[in-house]
């Protein structure tokens, strides 16, 4: 079985999941969406994601009913249990205490950060990964318009993870792991979506990479920090931000490369501002395909 086939076999697994989890999946299904034997798909699909099936489903609905007892009001436990295919709310509270640490109850009255289970689709995983190198070699930018607007940021706090040595995104997921995401998401009194981010020398400790992922949070949080995350403060600054056009999923490893090209080559002095790396974090969005990719920047006014 050729690697693309298997990858494929795997993301369709990935979208019946998706697309069925308030509903009952068998392994049946599943291998009848891949196309191949509920044997072989049960060892492709682990041997891609890292878990069973049913170990990834129940890791993803418990992870999305965490999600609902942390935003919706007066949610009563049992009812998100059976929402998300649990035979009874027993079941259900121990499942989610052993996958979080904490009750459902407690969990939605007081919700601290948890590592929720947010997986990657394995298509896009191969195609950035996989074949990462040869994609670099034939880039060639490919954007014909890019949206820039000067935001202001406030004061505020950000819960951030650090690496010992990473610059980039990659060498981050390979030092750190893939599922820090699912703690930053996790996070209730977030002020915006999590980020990845560039932190300048000022911002760092000694002995960490310029690569981070954080969540910025009020002023004045003073909840609790993910284990192995620390809380700083950083000032207001200005961001100029960059959204490049809509595109399709699995070709955001060229989206993201079109918009660093154009900050690359951007004069922001042109329109009254300068760069100013030492404000606040660079920092980038999670590539979306129906909004394009964003990233930002720190600028200054220039005087007069």
């Known amino acids: 079985m050729k690697r693309e086939e298997k990858v494929m076999a795997v993301q369709r697994m990935q979208d019946y999941i998706k697309n069925h989890m308030t509903e009952a999946i068998t392994l049946k299904a599943l291998a009848d969406c891949a196309g191949y034997s509920p044997f072989h798909c049960s060892r492709i699909f682990k041997e891609l994601t890292g878990k069973s099936p049913f170990d990834y489903i129940r890791a993803l609905r418990l992870s999305q009913a965490a999600l609902k007892l942390r935003d919706e009001e007066k949610v009563k436990v049992v009812d998100v249990a059976l929402d998300f ?13 052993k996958a979080f640490g904490i009750t459902p109850r407690r969990y939605s009255k ?4 948890i590592k929720l289970f ?9 195609l ?19 949206f820039v607007q000067v935001i202001e940021r406030p004061a505020r706090k950000l819960m951030v993870k650090w690496a010992k040595s990473a ?4 060498a981050y997921c390979e030092e750190v792991g893939c599922d820090i995401w699912g703690v930053l998401c996790s996070v209730k009194e977030a002020l ?23 969540v910025e949070l009020p002023v004045d949080y003073d909840g609790p920090v993910a284990e192995g995350f620390d809380l700083i403060e950083l000032p207001p600054c200005k961001m100029m931000v960059f959204q490049g056009e809509p595109f399709e999923d699995e070709k955001f490893y060229q989206a993201v490369k079109d918009i660093e090209a154009v900050i690359d080559s951007y004069e922001p002095e042109l ?17 979306q395909g129906y909004r394009g990719y964003i990233e930002a920047r720190p600028v200054r006014a220039m005087d007069n």
Request: glycine fraction near 8%.
């Open 85 to 97: 295919v649990f035979d009874s709310h027993e079941g259900f509270t121990r499942a989610f205490s």
């Open 118 to 126: 947010m997986p990657d689709p394995v298509k896009d995983w191969y």
């Open 128 to 146: 950035t990964m996989k074949e990462g190198e040869e994609r670099m070699k034939i880039y060639e930018k490919q954007i014909d318009t890019v």
């Open 192 to 214: 915006y979506e999590p980020v990845g981010l560039w932190m300048p020398e000022c911002f760092r400790p000694a002995d960490t990479g310029r690569y981070a992922q954080g």
């Open 271 to 287: 329109y009254g501002f300068e760069w100013a790396d030492n404000d606040g974090p660079r920092f980038q969005l999670e590539p």
């Open 110 to 113: 007081n919700p601290p950060p």
């Open 167 to 170: 610059g980039e995104y990659f």
